[in-house]
C-alpha cells in the first residue's frame, strides 16, 4: 500500500495531476459502467469483471475496467442529506456529512481490492457453486482518496472493551421476507492500523476522481488486505461493538463451508485477508498457439498481510514438470498486486500453460483447493488451455 497524507484536496490534484470532480448528486450518480468496458455476469444487481486482456494493461486499473460486484441496486443517495451515522461503544454518538467528513486529514492511497469469489467458476469442475460465476477478473488495483477511519473513530471516543467495528450500507438487499443492507464488520486493531500503515479509509475518490455509483458513491470503506466483501460500498452508518457484525453477510456468509446449514455458518470464522493469487491475462483460454515462443502476461497478488511481497510467479508448459521464473512488473508496494511476463517454448505436447505464486509471508498456490460449497478462495495453479499447432 502506498499512502500519503495530503493538507488539503487541492494538493491532492494539483500533485495528481487529475481534475478531481466535485463531490455531487450529479457525478456519483452519472457513469454506471457500460457494458463494452466490462462482462456483466448479472445485470440487475449489477456484477462485473473486465476481459483479462483489458485488466492487465497496467498497473493502476482504470476504473472503467475495474469490477463492480453488488448485492441489490444501487441505492440513489443524494449527497446533500447524506449522514454518516457512527454509535456503539463510543463516548460521542456522531452524525456526519460528507463536508464534516472530508474536514479531515485527506490520504490517497493505493490497493488491491479482490472478490473473495474471484475465479468461482473454476469450482464447477468439481460440483456445482451458486453465486456469481466469476472468471478471474473480480480483482482491481486502484488509488483511493479519503480520511482515516481512526480519525472519526478517535473523535467519537472508543470505549475500552471495543474489539469490533461495524459497517452498514445503504443499500436495500431482499433477503427472505426482509429488506436488509450489506454489511460487515473488522477488527478494531485493524481498523485503527499502527505505525506506517494508515489502517481502514473512508474513501470519496477513486483512481483521481469521485466514486461512481457502482463504486459506492458517496462513501465507501476501504479495508487494504481484506475481501472485497469488508470494504462495504454506500456506507451510512459504523457502529463500535465488543462483538462481531450480525449481519448476514458476516454472520451467515463468506465463509469457508463444505454444507450451508446453520450448524456449518456457526462453526466456520469469517474470511477476512484474501490469499495469495496469480492468473495469465494475455492470452484466452482455449488460445491457438504456434510451437515456439509464446509470450505471457499476467498478475498476481500477494497475501494481504502488511509488508508481504511477491516472491515469484513461475510457469510451466508441462504440467508442472519444469517451471520458468517470471519477470515482475508494476511497483512492488502494500496490498497491492504486481504484473508479470515470460517468454516460454510451447510445444504440440503443450496442452496447458500453468501458473503458481509464492509470496514472503510464506504464503503459495497450492496445486488444488479442496471444494466449498460458495466457492470462494479458489487460488491453486492458474491453468490456461490451449492448443498449440505445429509451425
Given at each position: 500500500?502506498?499512502?500519503s497524507?495530503?493538507?488539503?484536496?487541492?494538493?491532492?490534484?494539483?500533485?495528481?495531476?487529475?481534475?478531481?470532480?466535485?463531490?455531487?448528486?450529479?457525478?456519483?450518480?452519472?457513469?454506471?459502467?457500460?457494458?463494452?468496458?466490462?462482462?456483466?455476469?448479472?445485470?440487475?444487481?449489477?456484477?462485473?469483471?473486465?476481459?483479462?486482456?483489458?485488466?492487465?494493461?497496467?498497473?493502476?486499473?482504470?476504473?472503467?475496467?475495474?469490477?463492480?460486484?453488488?448485492h441489490?441496486?444501487?441505492?440513489?443517495?443524494d449527497?446533500?442529506?447524506?449522514?454518516?451515522?457512527?454509535?456503539?461503544?463510543?463516548?460521542?454518538?456522531?452524525?456526519?456529512?460528507?463536508?464534516?467528513?472530508?474536514?479531515?486529514?485527506?490520504?490517497?492511497?493505493?490497493?488491491?481490492?479482490?472478490?473473495?469469489?474471484?475465479?468461482?467458476?473454476?469450482?464447477?469442475?468439481?460440483?456445482?457453486?451458486?453465486?456469481?460465476?466469476?472468471?478471474?477478473?473480480?480483482?482491481?488495483?486502484?488509488?483511493?482518496?479519503?480520511?482515516?477511519?481512526?480519525?472519526?473513530?478517535?473523535?467519537?471516543?472508543?470505549?475500552?472493551?471495543?474489539?469490533?467495528?461495524?459497517?452498514?450500507?445503504?443499500?436495500?438487499?431482499?433477503?427472505?421476507?426482509?429488506?436488509?443492507?450489506?454489511?460487515?464488520?473488522?477488527?478494531?486493531?485493524?481498523?485503527?492500523?499502527a505505525?506506517?500503515?494508515?489502517?481502514?479509509?473512508?474513501?470519496?475518490?477513486?483512481?483521481?476522481?469521485?466514486?461512481?455509483?457502482?463504486?459506492?458513491?458517496?462513501?465507501?470503506?476501504?479495508?487494504?488486505?481484506?475481501?472485497?466483501?469488508?470494504s462495504?460500498?454506500?456506507?451510512?452508518?459504523?457502529?463500535?461493538?465488543?462483538?462481531?457484525?450480525?449481519?448476514?453477510?458476516?454472520?451467515?456468509?463468506?465463509k469457508?463451508?463444505?454444507?450451508?446449514?446453520?450448524?456449518?455458518?456457526?462453526?466456520?470464522?469469517?474470511?477476512?485477508?484474501?490469499?495469495?493469487?496469480?492468473?495469465?491475462?494475455?492470452?484466452?483460454?482455449?488460445?491457438?498457439?504456434?510451437?515456439?515462443?509464446?509470450?505471457?502476461?499476467g498478475?498476481?497478488?500477494?497475501?494481504?498481510?502488511?509488508?508481504?511481497?511477491?516472491?515469484?510467479?513461475?510457469?510451466?508448459?508441462?504440467?508442472?514438470?519444469?517451471?520458468?521464473?517470471?519477470?515482475?512488473?508494476?511497483?512492488?508496494?502494500?496490498?497491492?498486486?504486481?504484473?508479470?511476463?515470460?517468454?516460454?517454448?510451447?510445444?504440440?505436447?503443450?496442452?496447458?500453460?500453468?501458473?503458481?505464486?509464492?509470496?514472503?509471508?510464506?504464503?503459495?498456490?497450492?496445486?488444488?483447493?479442496?471444494?466449498?460449497?460458495?466457492?470462494?478462495?479458489?487460488?491453486?495453479?492458474?491453468?490456461?488451455?490451449?492448443?498449440?499447432?505445429?509451425?
Amino acid at each position: 500500500m502506498t499512502s500519503s497524507p495530503e493538507l488539503t484536496r487541492r494538493q491532492m490534484i494539483l500533485s495528481s495531476g487529475i481534475l478531481l470532480a466535485g463531490v455531487s448528486q450529479t457525478n456519483g450518480l452519472q457513469a454506471q459502467a457500460p457494458e463494452k468496458d466490462l462482462i456483466f455476469r448479472t445485470t440487475d444487481p449489477r456484477n462485473a469483471e473486465p476481459a483479462l486482456n483489458k485488466l492487465i494493461t497496467s498497473w493502476i486499473t482504470p476504473t472503467k475496467h475495474f469490477y463492480v460486484r453488488s448485492h441489490a441496486p444501487n441505492p440513489k443517495i443524494d449527497p446533500k442529506t447524506f449522514r454518516l451515522s457512527v454509535e456503539g461503544m463510543v463516548d460521542k454518538p456522531l452524525s456526519l456529512s460528507l463536508a464534516d467528513i472530508q474536514s479531515h486529514q485527506e490520504y490517497t492511497l493505493t490497493a488491491t481490492l479482490t472478490c473473495a469469489g474471484n475465479r468461482r467458476a473454476e469450482f464447477n469442475k468439481e460440483g456445482k457453486v451458486g453465486g456469481v460465476q466469476w472468471d478471474a477478473g473480480a480483482i482491481g488495483n486502484a488509488t483511493w482518496t479519503g480520511v482515516a477511519l481512526s480519525e472519526i473513530l478517535r473523535k467519537a471516543g472508543v470505549q475500552a472493551s471495543a474489539k469490533h467495528v461495524w459497517f452498514k450500507g445503504l443499500d436495500e438487499i431482499t433477503k427472505g421476507d426482509g429488506i436488509i443492507p450489506f454489511g460487515a464488520s473488522i477488527p478494531l486493531e485493524k481498523a485503527l492500523g499502527a505505525g506506517d500503515d494508515v489502517g481502514a479509509l473512508l474513501c470519496y475518490g477513486m483512481n483521481g476522481e469521485t466514486l461512481t455509483a457502482d463504486h459506492g458513491y458517496p462513501l465507501r470503506t476501504l479495508v487494504p488486505g481484506y475481501i472485497g466483501a469488508r470494504s462495504v460500498k454506500w456506507l451510512g452508518k459504523i457502529v463500535v461493538s465488543d462483538v462481531t457484525s450480525p449481519n448476514h453477510y458476516l454472520a451467515n456468509a463468506y465463509k469457508l463451508v463444505k454444507k450451508t446449514e446453520s450448524i456449518d455458518w456457526s462453526e466456520s470464522g469469517p474470511i477476512y485477508r484474501y490469499l495469495v493469487n496469480a492468473a495469465v491475462g494475455s492470452h484466452e483460454k482455449g488460445a491457438e498457439l504456434e510451437a515456439g515462443k509464446a509470450d505471457l502476461a499476467g498478475y498476481v497478488l500477494p497475501s494481504g498481510i502488511l509488508g508481504g511481497r511477491v516472491k515469484h510467479v513461475q510457469v510451466s508448459v508441462n504440467n508442472g514438470k519444469s517451471w520458468k521464473k517470471a519477470e515482475l512488473t508494476g511497483e512492488d508496494s502494500d496490498f497491492c498486486w504486481q504484473l508479470w511476463k515470460a517468454s516460454v517454448q510451447v510445444t504440440e505436447e503443450t496442452k496447458e500453460i500453468v501458473v503458481r505464486a509464492e509470496d514472503s509471508s510464506g504464503g503459495f498456490m497450492p496445486y488444488r483447493v479442496p471444494w466449498n460449497a460458495k466457492g470462494y478462495l479458489q487460488n491453486s495453479w492458474y491453468r490456461l488451455p490451449v492448443t498449440v499447432k505445429a509451425t
